[in-house]
């Protein structure tokens, strides 16, 4: 079992940078495929970024997030520069088995947090 905290959402404005993060707890922490993901006001749960034997970007954040994790700590991280006000979201962190080739679908993720609210005003 894995439980997942996120932490680093709030308030920011277009343009500024926000630092997510997620600890992990239990053991095992880096044999997890770890992912983030947003989900806005009436919309669907979208992919944002996986960190597992390799990084993977969704298009439309590609060039200003950037997913880290550090296993000594147990925690992923989701640096988020240039923001826009359509990154506004609640973001939510997930944790999976690193060989899935699904890691765009929720599927692809057994376990996860309870979201972090990131707003980006005009």
């Known amino acids: 079992q894995v439980q997942l905290v996120e932490s680093g959402g709030g308030l920011v404005q277009a343009g500024d940078s926000l630092r997510l993060s997620c600890t992990a707890s239990g053991r095992a922490f880096a044999t997890y495929a770890m992912g983030w993901f947003r989900q806005a006001p009436g919309k669907e749960r ?10 993977f970007y969704a298009d439309s954040i590609k060039g200003r997030f950037t997913i880290s994790r550090d296993n000594a700590k147990n925690t992923v991280y989701l ?33 996860w947090g309870q979201g972090t609210q990131v707003t980006v005003s005009s």
């Open 46 to 55: 979208e992919f944002v970024a996986r960190f597992s034997r390799a990084t």
């Open 79 to 111: 640096q988020m520069n240039s923001l826009k006000p359509e990154d506004t979201a609640v973001y939510y962190c997930a944790a999976g088995p690193i060989s899935s080739s699904e890691y765009r679908s929720l599927r692809a993720y057994n376990y």
